[in-house]
């Protein structure tokens, strides 16, 4: 680990237990962050974790239910006792529901995918913005999905879900761009191989699309480069 042009900067991933989340959160320790993982799966976290200190890395694991709402803030207490500030927040865990014609769509499960993919991410926005601001070049990185802005016959809910969270971060970006610091970026990854992809698509081969591992050098190299805020990018051009 020679190159680290995160030094000793403090990066939050949220669903960092495997997939898309775990791979950037040991993009970013690669690069020389100290990266705080959350996610439910104690025993996941600990498994990244592993591989971040095996690696030369640094990271510290912080099991986490975004839908309780009081943890989130207890967490963000957390955070600034240790560390005293957050230089980027990546939201990345979501969940994707029931693929279903929306009129089948099931009442319970539409709030639950809505409370995750939407009412905690502004939780998370709320908890960790005071935090945000203490760093010398803040970072909010959202992950998305292009349904949230191409609509898709059965993925109503989700992308409903998605295309809320895109309008979100950016109004975030909006009311920061001449009154904050804290720059916004919006990553639509592309096909990759994850669990929620594997759920989407039972019979396609995983072999076949991107590893999580290149999203998360994506947004790591992001991370590194500085961006414009409001940014919108998709990974996989080709997906």
Known sequence: MTNMPLQGRIALVTGASRGIGAATAEALAEAGAHVILTARTVDSLEAVEDRIHNAGGSATIAPLDLKDADAIG???EAVQTRWGKLDTLVLNA???GTLTPLQHADAREFAEVFT???SAQQ???A???ALLRKSEAPQLIGVTSSVAARPRAFWGVYGASKAAFEVMLSAYAEENRNVGRIKVAIID???TATKMREKAYPGEDPATIQPPAAVGQAIARLVASGFDSVHRERVNQSA
Do not use: S
């Open 74 to 76: 207890r967490l963000a």
């Open 94 to 96: 979501a969940m994707l």
């Open 116 to 118: 995750l993919n939407v």
């Open 123 to 125: 939780a998370m926005l």
């Open 127 to 129: 908890a960790f913005d």
């Open 189 to 191: 990854p592309g096909a």
